[in-house]
């Protein structure tokens, strides 16, 4: 009986039978196995099959299972281990094979011993065949061979519990609730939107509508000047010893009320290019110079000056102011409010 029938006897007996059958396959598969491995042992004394270990029962699908092979070959043989043919088995899945030399004392001399296995699955249920493996060899004469395993028969049956129903089809994905977060920030957005346009819209209305402009009183440099000296006076730097922090706020007021006075950049100046601007005008260059070169050597040669010089350079300060005031000109408000945070941020 050829094995190409053997699927249809399966199907067609009842269970006893079809385990009978596979150890009855088994068996005759040993006994093939025995006598190619006589045959090669007498016709082919190169290699030959010393044994075979593949057991067939109580398989189920995905289950891992190993064919495992023992060769005996000269060792100056070239042994190539073809792969096993999947081209009408495509529910097997199979590794490559994995070779490990066996070192025994009963190895003839000459002689080299392997074991070869083939890790293997099965993902289809019902019987199935493992085809015959083709080991090839070439010799150190250059001759080729080759010999076969014989093919195996084995069942896979399934995972599922004895009396258990059918696996029904998956359901697909519930719907997702709405969003209503994301409805509420768009709904957000757009009244956003709406209320920036009606407000654009409006106030360009209203600047449409020509007002008379309001007369901001303006101050005069040498006003802000002063204010600006009692605050540094009422910081008590003196009384503490802070004289680099006292003279540099001294300094700064004197030039900031330079440049709104004469309108030249003296926040920007050396003390000497400062200078060199003024000489056209009627200001005590002296006092001036004498001011400026007080404050650089407390802020820049680390010069300490005593309690005195350091009320003494307020005079001069205020000395200053009072020699180059011009009553009449005044300061607006941005351009104080620059001053102030100028001044603030020393």
């Not at 509420?184 to 209305?205: D, E, S």
Request: with cysteine; net charge negative; aromatic share 8%.
């Amino acid at each position: 009986m050829s094995l190409r029938f053997f699927p249809l006897l399966f199907h067609s007996t009842p269970r006893f039978f079809q385990l009978f059958s596979l150890h009855l396959l088994s068996l005759i598969s040993a006994s093939v196995l025995s006598f190619l491995t006589l045959e090669g042992a007498f016709a082919q004394e190169a290699i030959r099959i010393l044994s075979h270990e593949f057991n067939p029962d109580d398989i189920t699908v995905g289950d891992p299972v190993q064919l495992r092979l023992q060769i005996e070959a000269d060792e100056k043989l070239h042994i190539y281990l073809d792969p096993i043919d999947r081209s009408d088995h495509e529910h097997l899945e199979v590794d490559k094979p994995q070779v490990q030399r066996i070192e025994s004392e009963g190895t003839p001399a000459g002689k080299a011993r392997y074991e070869v296995t083939y890790p293997l699955r099965a993902f289809a249920i019902g019987t199935h065949t493992l085809p015959s493996i083709t080991i090839k060899y070439t010799g150190a004469d250059g001759n080729n061979g080759s010999i076969q395993t014989p093919a195996y028969l084995f069942e896979v049956r399934s995972v599922k519990p004895p009396g258990a129903t059918e696996m029904k089809e998956i359901k697909g994905p519930l719907p997702a609730p709405p969003n209503w977060s994301l409805y509420i920030l768009v709904l957000l957005l757009v009244i956003v939107v709406i209320g920036a346009i009606i407000f654009v819209y409006l106030r360009k209305r209203v600047k449409s509508i020509d007002l008379p402009s309001e007369v901001v009183p303006q101050r005069q440099p040498h006003e802000i000047a002063y204010e600006q000296l009692n605050r540094i006076e009422g910081m008590n730097w003196v009384a503490q010893g802070e004289m680099k922090v006292y003279h540099t706020e001294i300094s700064h007021v004197i030039r900031q009320y330079i440049a709104a006075r004469y309108h030249i950049p003296a926040l920007e100046l050396t003390t000497q290019e400062l200078l060199d601007r003024l000489q056209p005008e009627n200001i005590p260059k002296d006092v001036v110079r004498q001011f400026f070169t007080n404050c650089d050597l407390v802020k820049f040669a680390r010069y300490s000056p005593t309690k005195p010089e350091a009320h003494e350079q307020m005079a001069e300060a205020r000395q200053i102011v009072d020699e180059t005031k011009q009553l009449g000109v005044g300061v607006g408000e941005e351009q104080e409010s620059e001053i102030r945070e100028e001044l603030t941020c020393l």
